[in-house]
């Protein structure tokens, strides 16, 4: 029964917000154990937020909330972020608390930020023991919201001379993890001294960080 109020409640963050760009919501970042640094982010979550609300009329707060995998915070918040260079480990306690967040309405977005894919994809396994991560074609909808992106995701470092690739887990029809490789994209969303990143490919990776936000409120 709790999971079920848990689930109902995941949603309806999801629809409130989704209902009028005048409901404020916050992200929130996801804290995991296994020694990768879950922290490796400078600004980018509060210039994502700005820019969407700027280009999208949406009402997002640019103090962001920092959860814990195994932690019931994790329901107050409609979208999780995702990130770091290493090692990524879930007990079976949290695996199963992800789950049931995700199963319930929840929306995860993670973005290798160069190391961590190996790592990730063993926990999110142990997550969908049941379940791939599956390639997004370019004319999925995620390259098509408020912006376009007819060759996939842009790739702001380059690393292993890969081309960027955008997985998805699929639940009844609805992506519930995103995670994007070889792409660095939420390195373009920290501002222009951090990275030292050109501003076109700047304005690329908020735009494309635009889309998936949008993406989750409205899939």
């Not at 973005?111 to 142990?126: H, L, Q, S, T, W």
Request: glycine letters at 8%; one cysteine or more; aromatic letters at 12%.
């Amino acid at each position: 029964m709790i999971k079920n109020t848990i689930g109902i409640t995941v949603a309806a963050l999801l629809l409130s917000f989704s209902a009028t760009a005048q409901r404020s919501t916050k992200l929130a970042l996801l804290k995991y154990n296994g020694g990768g640094d879950w922290y490796a982010v400078v600004d980018a979550m509060q210039n994502l937020a700005q820019f969407c609300n700027e280009q999208l009329n949406m009402n997002v707060d640019r103090n962001y909330a920092t959860v814990e995998v195994g932690s019931a915070e994790i329901f107050n918040y409609p979208f999780l972020f995702m990130t770091g260079h290493g090692n990524v480990v879930f007990s079976d306690a949290e695996a199963a608390n992800l789950r049931n967040y995700l199963l319930g309405g929840g929306f995860l977005y993670v973005d290798d930020d160069y190391g961590m894919d190996p790592y990730f994809r063993v926990a999110i396994k142990k997550v969908f023991p049941d379940k791939e991560l599956v390639e997004l074609p370019f004319q999925h909808a995620v390259y098509n919201q408020r912006f376009r992106f007819g060759n996939g995701a842009p790739k702001v470092h380059e690393h292993d001379g890969k081309a960027p690739q955008v997985f998805g887990i699929l639940h009844e029809g609805r992506v519930v993890c995103l995670y994007t490789y070889e792409s660095n994209i939420s390195d373009g969303w920290e501002s222009p001294e951090v990275h030292d990143t050109p501003e076109p490919l700047r304005r690329r990776s908020l735009e494309m960080g635009a889309n998936i936000v949008q993406f989750a409120f409205t899939q």
